[in-house]
T-cell receptor
Framework: EPEVTQTPSHQVTQMGQEVILRCVPI?????FYWYRQILGQKVEFLVS????????KSEIFDDQFSVERPDGSNFTLKIRSTKLEDSAMYFC???????????FGQGTRLTVV | AQKITQTQPGMFVQEKEAVTLDCTYD???????LFWYKQPSSGEMIFLIY??????QNATEGRYSLNFQKARKSANLVISASQLGDSAMYFC?????????????FGQGTRLTINP
């Protein structure tokens, strides 16, 4: 069964460093998303992406964040200068069309120290 | 204001019993979708069931069903014949609108524990 794949599963980084979280969405999906979940809290929307551009972004998704689809298969989230409060589980998701279920990857646990 | 409200932070149920997890939502859109996801202790988010606002029948997927009461704006998840492997966090989520890539708005979650 096709699935969304995220790498790495865990990442520890120093405050101020740049990190890139990688995702391979399901191959025939056209809509891509990043969400995050701070430990013990609810899942929060970061950004949606369609047709090589951002469709919507939340207040969390400030200038420190960027997304890219560098080729036909990868979808990346970059955090330029990480802060302690960026520590969270980051989920990539994809959907075939907008009004269907989004399938989530297994998440990348980011720890900023 | 909360768009998705899950009022049960934790639920404890005996194995093989049915369980209902509550979810109420708030939207002024006519077109929206409601989702339930399961998050086991390993952390991944597993899609369970979807209900569109125009769907007249309640959605069912195996042991999962969604009790959709549109006038009350509720979308409760019913798990029949619960199993130990059902122990997890359960999140209700809503997607608004039909155009473009939409976000999901999640509730706070309910931690379900199935006792043997």
């Amino acid at each position: 069964e096709p699935e969304v794949t995220q790498t790495p599963s865990h990442q520890v980084t120093q405050m101020g460093q740049e990190v890139i979280l990688r995702c391979v969405p399901i191959s025939n999906h056209l809509y891509f998303y990043w969400y995050r979940q701070i430990l013990g809290q609810k899942v929060e929307f970061l950004v949606s992406f369609y047709n090589n551009e951002i469709s919507e972004k939340s207040e969390i998704f400030d200038d420190q964040f960027s997304v890219e689809r560098p080729d036909g298969s990868n979808f990346t989230l970059k955090i330029r200068s990480t802060k302690l409060e960026d520590s969270a589980m980051y989920f990539c998701a994809s959907s075939r069309v907008p009004n269907t279920e989004a399938f989530f990857g297994q998440g990348t646990r980011l720890t900023v120290v | 204001a909360q768009k998705i409200t899950q009022t049960q932070p934790g639920m404890f149920v005996q194995e093989k019993e049915a369980v209902t997890l509550d979810c109420t939502y708030d939207t002024s859109d006519q077109s929206y979708g409601l989702f339930w996801y399961k998050q086991p202790s390993s952390g991944e988010m597993i899609f369970l069931i979807y209900q569109g606002s125009y769907d007249e029948q309640n959605a069912t997927e195996g042991r999962y069903s969604l009790n959709f009461q549109k006038a009350r704006k509720s979308a409760n998840l019913v798990i029949s014949a619960s199993q130990l492997g059902d122990s997890a966090m359960y999140f209700c989520a809503m997607r608004e609108g039909i155009q473009g890539a939409q976000k999901l708005v999640f509730g706070q979650g309910t931690r379900l524990t199935i006792n043997p």
